[in-house]
């Protein structure tokens, strides 16, 4: 992983009970934070990057492991996009594959990546919607190291409001139905 980038660009709902719920989000996108990245270019590595999970497993958690200066970058953009106080620790998936999650607060995000293929060594690109978690930031010595949690994620509630978000593609089969 050279380089994960972290976007928005969902359809913002509002609950309304009385109403399907194919009418509460905005039919064009909004964008809630602004894009950042978190790269190993033009930085001091103390250590490797690591990725556990894959893209392809649906609905599996993906942790990114940063060993490098990086805590800056919880300060200025992951603090406020991670979510806080995530219901049952984890998105719900339904038995339609959809996932959905409630949380006190944080953001929908799509995070964009790539990864070294092992049959010739080219890269790949991977990219997933999902809610995401600081696991670790932490300093030890002269090193610093920095953990993300994503979750895969259709839709995420905030709770105790009536606000919703939903991905593109999500919102692409909501009204295609």
Not at 7 to 35: E, Y
Not at 82 to 102: H, I, K, W, Y
Request: charged letters at 15%.
């Amino acid at each position: 992983m050279a380089t994960l980038t972290i976007s928005s660009g969902v359809h913002v709902g509002t609950r309304d009970d009385s109403t399907a719920w194919t009418t509460w989000f905005a039919a064009t996108t909004t964008t809630q934070f602004s894009t950042f990245t978190l790269s190993s270019t033009n930085a001091v590595k103390t250590g490797p990057q690591t990725i556990s999970g894959h893209a392809d497993l649906k609905g599996n958690p993906i942790t990114f492991n940063i060993e490098r200066r990086a805590r800056d970058v919880v300060t200025d953009s992951l603090a406020a996009v991670q979510v806080e106080d995530l219901l049952n620790a984890r998105p719900r998936t339904t038995l339609s594959g959809f996932r959905d999650a409630v949380a006190r607060s944080g953001y929908l995000a799509n995070f964009a990546w790539t990864e070294r293929r092992n049959d010739g060594g080219t890269a790949e690109s991977f990219s997933v919607w999902g809610v995401v978690q600081v696991t670790d930031a932490s300093v030890r010595g002269l090193s610093e190291s920095l953990q993300l949690t994503v979750w895969p994620c259709d839709l995420l509630w905030w709770a105790g409001t009536t606000s919703c978000f939903l991905t593109p593609a999500a919102y692409a089969d909501l009204v295609a139905e």
